[in-house]
């Protein structure tokens, strides 16, 4: 009875308090902010309202409560999970390579080390290195972008994209091994939203995007 009323009271003194977190931060929302969120209409946007966590209780079903001292990391609509910084150009461009030339199209890459139907190289390509990056792609790296390029810019390879910051059109190469006897020599790409397009964050940090994943659906 006495070791029930000690954890009882360990976790009342060390119980998260419930109420309104910084998406981006993690750290809770001070009466401020949460004015200044609303008069921009960005309280959904920016931040989410956490119900107590408790220790050791785990990760919940929207990834809150994964991370104690920061309840909102690993939730959905949180920052894209990095291990180095963001690195851009000029401006927020993409960035050039150590040689200070462009870095090879996208495209490219993906025909190059994510083949169909063949593996040119089966020593150091083998399946472990596509599992590996189906897990980077469905699990980790699903970002808020691709209602946007699929739905509301769907312009961004044409003359009217030149003139959109959001647009990144991937270019085709003349030798790619399967659009090569097409006319197509360019996929519509935008980029994905960050908390700087949503108002949460200022513009004098780098830009992050928003993942639409939480750390439960990495474990399932």
Same mark, same amino acid.
């Given at each position: 009875?006495?070791?029930?009323?000690?954890?009882?009271?360990?976790?009342?003194?060390?119980?998260?308090?419930?109420?309104?977190?910084?998406?981006?931060?993690?750290?809770?929302?001070?009466?401020?902010?949460?004015?200044?969120?609303? &008069?921009?209409?960005?309280?959904?946007?920016?931040?989410?309202?956490?119900?107590p966590c408790t220790p050791h209780e785990g990760s919940r079903i929207d990834?809150?409560?994964?991370?104690?001292?920061? $309840?909102?990391?690993?939730?959905?609509?949180?920052?894209?999970?990095?291990? &180095?910084?963001?690195?851009?150009?000029?401006?927020?461009?993409?960035?050039?390579?150590?040689?200070?030339?462009?870095?090879?199209?996208?495209?490219?890459?993906?025909?190059? &080390?994510?083949?169909?139907?063949?593996?040119?190289?089966?020593?150091?390509?083998?399946?472990?290195?596509?599992?590996?990056?189906?897990?980077?792609?469905?699990?980790?790296?699903?970002?808020?972008?691709?209602?946007?390029?699929l739905k509301r810019r769907q312009y961004c390879c044409s003359k009217i994209?030149?003139?959109?910051?959001?647009?990144?059109?991937?270019? +085709? $190469?003349?030798?790619?091994?399967?659009?090569? +006897?097409?006319?197509?020599?360019?996929?519509?790409?935008?980029?994905?939203?960050?908390?700087?397009?949503?108002?949460?964050?200022?513009?004098?940090?780098?830009?992050?995007?928003?993942?639409?994943?939480?750390?439960?659906?990495?474990?399932?």
């Open positions: 009875m006495y070791y029930l009323f000690t954890v009882l009271i360990f976790a009342a003194i060390c119980r998260v308090e419930s109420g309104l977190f910084d998406r981006y931060s993690g750290k809770k929302v001070e009466l401020a902010q949460a004015k200044e969120l609303r &008069l921009k209409n960005a309280t959904e946007r920016c931040s989410i309202d956490i119900k990834g809150t409560c994964n991370n104690y001292k920061y $309840p909102t990391r690993g939730s959905a609509q949180g920052p894209y999970l990095r291990l &180095l910084k963001p690195d851009y150009g000029n401006d927020r461009d993409i960035r050039m390579n150590r040689h200070g030339e462009p870095l090879p199209s996208a495209r490219k890459v993906r025909t190059e &080390l994510h083949s169909t139907g063949r593996v040119e190289d089966k020593v150091t390509f083998n399946v472990a290195a596509f599992h590996m990056m189906e897990f980077i792609h469905r699990d980790i790296s699903i970002m808020d972008g691709p209602l946007d390029y994209g030149d003139k959109d910051p959001k647009c990144i059109p991937i270019r +085709v $190469p003349e030798d790619d091994p399967y659009l090569k +006897v097409t006319d197509i020599r360019c996929l519509n790409f935008s980029r994905a939203e960050t908390f700087q397009d949503s108002g949460c964050t200022p513009e004098i940090i780098l830009p992050e995007q928003v993942s639409t994943y939480s750390t439960f659906s990495y474990t399932l």
